[in-house]
């Protein structure tokens, strides 16, 4: 049987390593009976983006890679549509296999099931219910064409029930970004958090590093927190005028972060604090030692909520929803939705100051997902062929 796999930004590439490492450990006792193609759009083609991730994660190089780069995202998702229907017309496929969130899986998913393909989903059914986010629109489309729906939580079973999907179709598998976290901790925590620092930092500082639970991790890129003078500034003042009288920050910084920075000539108050340590976008393992040593996560990105969840930290989720509410303290996971309203940053944070570091593991968080997964599609494929 022939699967083909899209990845295309960087959150892709922690999701797809197990799911490539199970296919191997499948086909060693099942002569090789699945025949993997792995097809990169492009989406991300810094280094730091994307290569990094496939060395480090051991992730074997795409089969195909689509170059299809930056651009809006209806360049995005067309160039990928155009370029994947050719592929898919030439490889002729048992199956397509999404992951996440990103404008990859809409292209890979409507590409697929116009060409007849049978369409298989990791990470279904989160929902934010916010319609102003790309991703958002991007996992109903996915979820409503798919034929296997692998979910990782328990409400997102819920979610999909409730949207009329068969429930034959969902399989609660767990999730997949902690098979990788399983698979890699022990490499991460062997790291130096301040070798890290000191390897990656964008500005030199004439300043000591911080220690073990002595300062903030943020991150930050999403359209809704970046791409508003109003709203970048006053999260920079923030950061710059209370957070670093209590922790000094830091940032591993995404391209389309800095980018805005300087856009709005942001970039020199930033630079010139002396405890805003700037990284540039760090790799897995580095991302995950900063998390485990961390006193608290500023973040808006879904996949450091998950992460900081398994490894206790307390998490502020820099957005006004979240698709990935098992994370929030309230369902038993680490983190506070705070948005960008700084009194609500403010009270949270402070209360995070005062909260130990306490992992928690939501049910099938357990290293599995990948054969589980893997599983699923040997056995949907041969009903398929019966
Ligand atoms: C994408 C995903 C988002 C994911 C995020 C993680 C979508 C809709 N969004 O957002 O779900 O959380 O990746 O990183 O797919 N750029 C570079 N080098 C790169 C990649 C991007 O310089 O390797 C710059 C480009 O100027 C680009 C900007 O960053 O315009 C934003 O990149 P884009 O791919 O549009 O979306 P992300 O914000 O990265």
Sequence with gaps: MKIISIVGARPNFMKIAPFIRAINEHNKTHNNEIEHILIHTGQHYDIRMSKLFFDELQIPYPDINLEVGS????????????????EIHKIKPDM??????????????????????????IEAGLRSGDMTMPEEINRLVADRLSDLLFTPDEISNINLLKEGVDESKIKFVGNIMIDTFEHEKEKAFA????????????????????????????TMHRPSNVDT????????????DEVTQE????????????????????IDK?????????LHPVGYH???KLNSVAKVVMTDSGGLQEESTVLGTPCLTMRWNTERPVTLLKYGGTSSIVGNDIKSIRKNFEEALKTP?????????????????VEEIVDFLKKEQE
Excluded: C, S, Y
């Design 357 to 373: 570091r306490t992992p928690k593991r939501p049910t099938l968080w357990d290293g599995n997902t990948a054969k589980r997964i």
């Design 286 to 288: 580095e991302m995950i």
């Design 229 to 240: 003078k109003e709203i970048l500034e006053d999260i920079i003042n923030f950061f710059v």
């Design 96 to 121: 397509v296999v999404v992951v996440g969130d990103v404008n990859a899986i809409l292209a890979g998913a409507v590409t697929a099931k116009k060409e007849l393909v049978p369409l298989a989903h």
């Design 191 to 218: 790291l130096n958090h301040k070798e890290i620092i000191a390897k990656n930092l964008m500005f030199g500082k004439n300043t000591e590093l911080p220690g073990k639970e002595e300062f903030a991790l943020v």
């Design 71 to 86: 651009g809006t995202h209806a360049e995005q998702v067309g160039k990928t549509m155009i370029k994947l229907e050719q």
């Design 247 to 266: 922790l000094p920050i830091i940032w591993p910084i995404h391209p389309r972060t800095i980018n805005r920075l300087k856009e709005f000539g942001l």
């Design 270 to 278: 930033v630079k010139n604090t002396n405890k805003i340590f700037l």
